[in-house]
């Protein structure tokens, strides 16, 4: 692989991991040392340095080249419109953000060493909280990346968080995924954040756009996944999404397509004990 996207080599935050002490583990990147309990750290905005400053700024006019044509009409209001998210400034302060953030949908930034476990993660998202890593991919790293960083977290996830009813869906989904590991239903949950929340596409006035953060912060699957033949776009289905496996090692070869943010709301309102009973039957 040559270039950025989540599915390089990294799940969602809360997916696949397990942390076994508070003291971090040795095969995660970023300092769990000094966490607080909910896995919370300072953003030491001091500690950015000068180098990492410019290399931020990179990654942001790059991408920020690609996505007029290309990004949703939400995603775009929110980069375009808003000073919180003049990412052209450098490296964002999340207490900065915040404030604007808290006003128009009543969430915040946390912010976060690294990955995090299940039950940490989901619970920020039913509180309202989005965690978002605090450092920066190195300089040998710009075009590929293990882990998500402060990058892929901000760039492609916050901008949407300023949309209320794409922010009461990933609320919902925070609850929705506590539910879900009680009853044995996390992978396929897993698979449905992959192919909304990281991976999601929307038709917009007869145009297909990115709403995705996977998609939205990498060069390369946001070319590939609008622009290309290869891959299969297909109608947004709950349980369609939820037996379709994803790749986590290279672009994908199908995208889900929503035809509204309401369609997203409504499709996964209801409770979905019996799909994963289905899916238990299904050996999906």
Known sequence: MDTTTLSDAALPAGFDISLKTRDGNPGLRGNYAS???DYTVPQAMSDYTSEQQAR????????LALIPSRACKEFLDAVNGLTALDMRRGIPNFADVNVALKAATNWTLVAVPGLLPDDVFFTHLANRRFPVTVWLRE???FDYIVEPDIFHDFFGHVPMLFTPIYADHLQAYGEGALKAKRLGGLDWLARLYWYTIEFGLIREKGATKAYGAGVLSSP????YALDSPIPKRVPFDVMTSMRTAFLIDDVQTTYFVLESFQQLRDDTAPDFTPHYEQLKREGA
């Open 220 to 223: 390369k699957e946001l070319i």
């Open 56 to 63: 931020w700024l990179r990654l942001v006019e790059r991408q």
């Open 35 to 37: 966490m607080a309990a």
């Open 139 to 141: 300089e040998r790293e």
